[in-house]
């Protein structure tokens, strides 16, 4: 295998292994430092969370749960699709069979699960603009007795709330045009494996966007 | 090879009955417990999904490195911050700490000067008392 | 042909993958930003001759010191020695051809003019007036200025600045020379290395913080906004994660530099290199669990307040340390009081000087008398301007034959870092006694009483401009005149004078392999001469 890609190899490396192992340690390298960029807003998330549970609840409870589920499972299946077109593309894959054909067909499902993904959650946002969860002069929310500041602490779950999904909806908007982009390319290519290393490099993107969902899933919309 | 797309599977499948024990720990309430399962079903899914999609099965040490480090890094601002925040209530000095301390009875009569100018806000509004009652 | 002439076009400058050539256009710009920030400080200083506020108004006061704050943090240190020495010097150092992505460290220079437009657009726009801290919910609510300009700057390149680290450390893991195990890097190398780890682990949480308050400038509702139950003080934490780690950005290159310099010009062994090694990852490590020290007197919680206190202390230790194996280094070494020397000298007395201040602001109850003083901005500029500054010119006089072929003038070069060492001292060691006093910081007016320590520091300012000045000129001038250098001018060891001065297009022109421990210095031959260049052909 490295021979075979020897005329590909950049300028700072010897081999084709060095170059793909530096690739996917530099992507670990940028994951860790996006799990400190979400990180701020999860550190924001801890001490509003300790501060005020009982606003958690009642912001939780605006939420549609089975929405939140459906998109977790559209997540976890477009990033099974990714690790097998990874498992295929590698180098060290068995490289008999023609492949372009079944990775372009799990890359295009995985966009448009993406997509599916994100129509849902707009969906859920424009629901909860109309019902005026968005914070700002336009908030209201009609039970709110039983909480703090009279309710206003609802608004700072709901600012969290579209702070954090909306980091992840733009990173998972970067991630569809990335995945389709590569379904393109791939399509197009002489020669997939080529194409290697920025396919396991943007596969690690997508399961790491897939990871911060995880997260956010139980965090906004399973408070108890 | 075919080994390690049916465990690509299996991890799908085992991803999905987590997904389902988290949405039905939902409906049962066991405070305080629900937060801790949930988040260690979370915890669970996010290493299936690394050790097995991202392949951190087969990584080399430093990649490793690299994926924990970023994890203990998020722990080093989560517990800083909350050694803050949970400590806030306790009580400020504890009482044994002040016996030096002379009690000036004028100082609880100095009356704070009187603003004679009002502070700009972004929206030009002024503030007011309605401002420090929301507080 | 080298890496300078091999193509002289402004095209092959503007997009090229070299290494080298990034760290120039670097060094570039980040004198034109040390400028930009320096003028602010003229101003400023000019303004405090006088107890009144007669030069400028309350106003431009603020906005010149956050100016100067802004442009000197995000636009000068950060970068400074990483991109420039680090850029120009980790491939040379671990025999490699260029940095692991060398597109990557091209658009991480594009990623930082950006940012540098955002923040010169601002400047022109009016100016920002928050600190370069724009503590809520001053900067989310209150303030009237370009606050949201000035953040997109930073944010933007921050985004340069992971970008750097990112490169660096894949760099340094996968591309060394065959031979040079992690023990056998030079130091300089640990402490990019080090600083990398905090460039990427901590620049995200500022970029993070940076937009929520900008989120919040623009709805009229965030996470840090009282009126919903959030707290401003969350701001701080959050800042200080990032901005605390950043102090140790700013100087733990600079160690490496110093740890350079003075085993070449002490001719001796580096002491105890395991050490300083690994003191430079303790610092980095250490360094991300201190950041509440600076909100001793905010309202956080006294028992948070007890826990940073500890925990600056033991930051002390390794940063100690290091002092005592430089000063080890010294004894009984045949000491070259060269150029590079002389600033080597100066940071460590100057970083001691600043380090031990540090102590005394980590100590809960005397930082409550001196918070907000000027106390603490003698402090931290005896770090990074003493510290970080003089590493940064040691270290740029030092690489200067390897990076331009040329040996500047010598006798120049000392009288500068002279005038930068006493210039530095007389501005701001008036101000540590002026803090004790109480004179706040950030007033355009002062009692009367302060007012000899004032002129006195701005008298200093102006010797200090001028010993920045003097660098620009001899060092452009040897650009033109000065002797060419020999591969290797200081007889220094590392792999990066084993190559031509200034190197070729791609470093080496066979791969060089290394088969011993780094500083392999013997005591020197009684006629020893260094940093002299070649003698004129006839």
Known sequence: MANEMSSEIAIPYDSADQQRSAATFGMWVFLATEVLFFGGLFVGYVVYRYEYPEAFRTGSAELNLWSGGAMTLLLLLGSMLVAVVDHLIAPSADNRSSLRGPVVRRLVATTVLGIAFLALEFHEYHQLIQDGRFPGHAFRLSDVSSDPLDGRSVEMFFTLFFCMTGLHAFHMCLGILLVGGMAVAIGRSEQPRSLANPMSVIGLYWHFVDIIWVFLYPLFYLVR | MRSHQLSIYLTFLALTLLLAATIGLSFVDIRPWNLWLGLAIATAKMLLIAWVFMNLAHSIGPVRVAAAAGLLWLSFAIVCTLADYTTRGWGETPEHWLRQTEHVESYDRVEPPQPEFQIPTASGRALDDSDLGSL | ?538
Not at chain 3, 267 to 295: C, D, E, N
Not at chain 3, 421 to 431: H, L, V
Request: aromatic residues 16%; charged residues 10%.
């Open chain 3, 1 to 538: 042909m080298n890496y300078l002439n091999e193509s002289t076009t402004l095209r092959s400058w503007f997009l090229t993958t070299d290494h080298k050539r990034i760290a120039i256009l670097y060094l570039l710009s980040l004198t034109f930003f040390f400028f930009v920030g320096g003028m602010a400080a003229v101003l400023f200083r000019l303004e405090l001759i006088t107890p009144e506020g007669d030069l400028l108004s309350a106003d431009s006061y603020n906005k010149l010191f956050s100016l100067h704050g802004i442009v000197m943090v995000w636009f000068f240190l950060i970068p400074s020695i990483p991109t420039v020495l680090g850029n120009f010097l980790i491939p040379l150092m671990i025999g490699a051809r260029d940095l692991a992505f060398p597109r990557l460290n091209l658009l991480s220079w594009y990623i930082f003019m950006a940012g540098g437009l955002f923040t010169l657009t601002m400047i022109v726009a009016g100016g920002v007036d928050t600190g370069w801290t724009f503590y809520t919910p001053y900067s989310s609510t209150y303030a009237n200025t370009f606050v949201i300009l000035a953040a997109t700057g930073i944010f933007i390149s921050g985004f340069s600045s992971i970008a750097t680290g990112l490169n660096f450390i894949v760099s340094i893991h996968v591309l060394r020379a065959p031979g040079l195990t992690w023990f056998r890097l030079p130091i300089f190398v640990w402490t990019i290395y080090a600083t990398s780890l905090i460039m990427v682990l901590a620049t995200p949480v500022l970029a993070v913080t940076l937009a929520l308050v900008a989120v919040e400038r623009i709805l009229g509702v965030g996470i840090f906004d009282p009126s919903i139950g959030g707290d401003p003080l969350l701001f701080q934490h959050l800042f200080w994660f990032y901005s605390h780690p950043a102090v140790y950005i700013m100087i733990l290159p600079g160690m490496g530099v110093i740890s350079e310099v003075v085993p070449c010009f002490s001719r001796k062994r580096l002491y105890g290199y395991g050490f300083v090694a690994m003191a430079t990852l303790a610092i980095a490590s250490l360094g991300f669990l201190v950041w509440g020290h600076h909100m001793f007197v905010s309202g956080q919680s006294m028992y948070a307040g007890l826990l940073f206190s500890l925990l600056s202390m033991l930051v002390a230790v390794p940063s100690a340390v290091k002092v005592f194996n430089w000063t080890a280094t010294l004894y009984k070494g045949t000491i070259f009081l060269k150029t590079p020397m002389l600033y080597a000298l100066g940071f460590i007395g100057l970083f001691t000087f600043g380090g031990l201040t540090g102590i005394c602001l980590a100590t809960l109850a005397f930082d409550v008398h001196v918070h907000d003083t000027y106390f603490i901005i003698a402090h931290f500029h005896y770090i990074m301007v003493g510290g970080m500054l003089m590493a940064y010119l040691g270290g740029l006089h030092f690489w200067w034959p390897k990076i331009t072929g040329r040996i500047y003038s010598e006798w120049w070069g000392r009288v500068s870092a002279l005038v930068v060492f006493g210039g530095f001292n007389m501005t701001f060691f008036p101000q540590f006694i002026l803090g004790i006093l109480g004179n706040p910081r950030r007033y355009h007016t002062y009692p009367d009483e302060f007012q000899v320590f004032h002129v006195m520091s701005s008298l200093g300012a102006t010797i200090l401009g001028i010993g920045y000045l003097l660098p620009c000129c001899y060092l452009l001038w040897s650009l033109k005149f000065g002797r060419r250098a020999s591969n290797d001018p200081w007889h220094a060891t590392g792999l990066e004078w084993r190559t031509t001065s200034p190197p070729p297009k791609h470093n080496f022109l066979s791969q060089p392999t290394v088969s011993g421990p780094p500083y392999a210095y013997e005591s020197p031959h009684p006629e020893l001469v260094i940093g002299e260049g070649e003698p004129e052909p006839h």
